[in-house]
């Protein structure tokens, strides 16, 4: 199910521990989800969520994107900086920043939208590993 290469899910695994973030794993070292890295840190409050599937390219296992999900009350607009590669990730289907996950029940997130019954979290698209560094950062409160 997952596209991404092992080769990026390293580099991504690696900034995330440069920030204080640590991905989530099962007795056996793997990933909790198929689709989803999990991260927890203890300077931010919210889980993080890296979609492994979403921008990410079939073929090669690179990446065009990331998207990135915390719970929506942690989402920080002020870290939104287009020229930096971390944009506001706006649903094609809802037109607003809301996206639904089944795999985001393991990161506490809400799930009380009438007829959906997946919880929801809001989302960054982040174009590079620099700009994950950024995001990260600016997640858990410090320097780049």
Same mark, same amino acid.
């Given at each position: 199910m997952a596209n991404m290469s092992n080769e990026v899910r390293q580099r991504i695994l690696e900034v995330a521990k440069s920030k204080s973030f640590v991905a989530m794993v099962d007795h056996a070292g793997a990933d909790h989800y198929d689709k989803n890295l999990m991260f927890q840190s203890p300077y931010f409050k919210s889980a993080v969520f890296i979609d492994k599937v979403t921008?990410?390219?079939?073929?090669?296992?690179? *990446?065009s994107y990331l998207k990135v999900?915390?719970?929506?009350?942690? *989402?920080?607009?002020?870290?939104? $900086? !287009?020229?930096?590669?971390?944009?506001d990730y706006i649903s094609s289907q809802s037109k607003v920043n809301r996206h639904h996950s089944s795999n985001y029940r393991?990161? $506490? *997130? !809400? $799930?009380?939208?009438?007829?959906? $019954?997946?919880?929801?979290?809001?989302?960054?698209?982040?174009?590079?590993?620099?700009?994950?560094?950024t995001?990260?950062?600016?997640?858990?409160g410090q320097p780049v």
């Open positions: 921008g990410v390219s079939k073929s090669s296992g690179d *990446f999900a915390v719970r929506p009350e942690f *989402f920080k607009v002020e870290l939104i $900086n !287009p020229a930096l590669g971390i944009e393991g990161g $506490n *997130f !809400p $799930n009380d939208i009438p007829g959906k $019954n997946e919880p929801y979290g809001k989302c960054y698209k982040v174009r590079s590993l620099k700009a994950l560094t995001l990260l950062a600016g997640l858990a």
